[in-house]
Every structure is written in structure tokens, then in C-alpha cells.
């Protein structure tokens, strides 16, 4: 397989700081905007390439961020 073609897997922490969000936002954007995840595990992994493609198509554009969210 090609290394080019394998997508990176990110966990919360890594998709946080990838999308410029606060920790209360990634479980947001799984809840209510389907943000495409897996559970390995306990822990979620996220494909940054699909990460990047919700914002791109603006399907987490309407997730409410709170002051906590604001504060890294």
C-alpha cells in the first residue's frame, strides 16, 4: 500500500489543537454533528483527512462554542 494514501489517525487532544477548538467542542462535534470517529478501545480516534473535510463542507459550522471552549 502506498504510504501516501494512509490517512493519519488523531486522537481528541490532536483534532483539538488540528482545528483550533477547545476540549468541551470535540464531543460536541461528535454528538451533534457526526464528526466522523472511531472507538478504539476507550479512546476515540479520529481520521484528519475526514476531520478536515467536515469543516471544508462546513458540517461542524453551526456548533455553539462556549467561553470555556475559548480557552485553550
Excluded: H, Q
Excluded at 489517525?9 to 482545528?19: C, G, Q
Excluded at 457526526?34 to 479512546?43: D, E, Q, S, T
Amino acid at each position: 500500500m502506498n504510504e501516501e494514501s494512509v490517512d493519519k489517525w488523531a486522537d481528541s487532544n490532536e483534532v483539538k489543537e488540528y482545528l483550533g477548538i477547545g476540549r468541551e467542542t470535540v464531543p460536541k462535534c461528535l454528538n451533534k454533528r457526526g464528526m466522523p470517529a472511531y472507538k478504539v478501545g476507550r479512546f476515540w480516534r479520529f481520521g484528519i483527512s475526514e476531520t478536515g473535510e467536515l469543516i471544508r463542507t462546513g458540517g461542524a459550522a453551526t456548533i455553539e462554542t462556549t467561553e470555556k471552549d475559548t480557552d485553550a
